[in-house]
């Protein structure tokens, strides 16, 4: 027996220490159903009842902190989904506007690939950032100006946002008449002062058509004499300068023919409608542009053709056109329009 | 002295019996960061700061006994280990005196720490090689914490209600030297 206090706290130290080392190898080295083992599982038995017991008595409280835990956890999946639907509202949104926008420009694509176009025209896309505040004028400004290459009196093309691939829904929008750095104004065909030199398709009737204050086109000067059916395309005929010819404009919606006029008055329906342009194209045209099967001559009546001295040169009086032919090219240049 | 150390005995039966439920029922259930405490543990450095190294020992094995048991343990594990951890606890106060709630929680988290890596070790030798130093970081660290925080409450209570006496300055001038 240790005689002071000090061995003696090291002596029970040591055999605690020990026994735990005897009892850890035992029970290591022991199979399941050695004695130790066997006291382990008394002792389990013993305690098991208390943990059910408590396990059951424990529950509804248990229950309850799961209830409060998961209602604070739902509240907060609340936020965060409610957080997460506005995002993805937003990313919506922002995707239908580009997927609007991109069939927009695919419109504009394909117009520029199946209309028919002088060669070596070229297209530049430019978003409309402005519209005409009144019925009094018709027209639209545009963000591209002279630095990209916009100049005054440059045709301009558009499509319907929800035009198909065929060319309906794609057509002539207006001309460029004032341009800035960066902007420029185009006076669309439906403004009261637009005239565009145009031919009805298959007949080659041609006529001049105007836009009004109610929006409605007209093609005008279409000699009485000559058969017009409704649904026949208008399109440009590349007399004035501005305008390319062959560009869709819109299709014959009426016919109309008073007894004191020596005209037809024809109705036009427009391709593209000019209420929800957003993206027109507004074409450049080479100053030598090749436009085949280009007549100098013209049938129709009240535009007096007038050919001097065998120079080609051809003009429309009233409406200041000149159209200069060669050869092999017709070049055209505006005389005041 | 017989009856007193007697009384002892009987409450430190108590705790036992207080410890295998409140273990059992509620810290068992009560997981925070994925972690529960160990309430056999806190007892153990609760006792060898209030009791001192011997007694810290004593009832660090049985606790050990009690803890292999009730989880299904290899036998003699947390026994040997908890003997170590009563016994060191109890010779810390008896060498540096007094107790302070800083003392007892880094203590009981030093504790704690070193319990579970002495574990760990064992299971790396023994049992599947499970990823050693990722336990560090999910397991060992936010236990020793826990065990920590509430081993602060515990050691107050217990002293408040007599199981335990905190230990004064004559106590650590008696027993300087002694371990």
Redesign the interface.
Known sequence: MPRNKVAWRRLIFVVLIIASLALLTVSVRQADSGPVHAIQQAGVSMLSPLQTWGARAAKPFQDGYTWIRTLWSAHKQAEDLAAQLQQLQGEAVKLREEAEENARLKGLLDFQEKGTFPEGTQFKVARVIAKSPTRWESWIEIDKGSADGIREDQAVVGATPNATDSLSGKGLVGKTVSVTAHSAKVQLITDVGSSVAAKIQGYRTEGIVEGSVSGQLTMNYVDRDVRVDPKLIVVTSGYGGVYPPSIPIGIVSNVGEEDVSAYKEVEVQGFVDFRVLEEVMVLIVPTTATIPSMSTTTTTPGLNTVTSGGNGVTTLPGLGLTSTTSTTSTTLSPTGR | MLRKELRWVGKAALLFVIA??LQ???LS?VSILGVTADLFLILTVVVGLGRG??EG??F??LA???H???Y?Q????H??IF??VG?FVGMFVTRFGTVNLWAIFVLAGVSSFAAQLVFGVVQFA?GPRAAFFAMVGTQMIPEAVFDALIAIPIYALLVRVRILTAPGPEKVQAGAG??
């Open positions: 295998v439920i059992s029922l509620i259930r190294s011997l020992a004593v660090g094995f050990g006994l009690v292999d048991t009730i299904f290899i036998l003699g594990v026994s040997l003997v170590l016994y023994m002694a371990e």
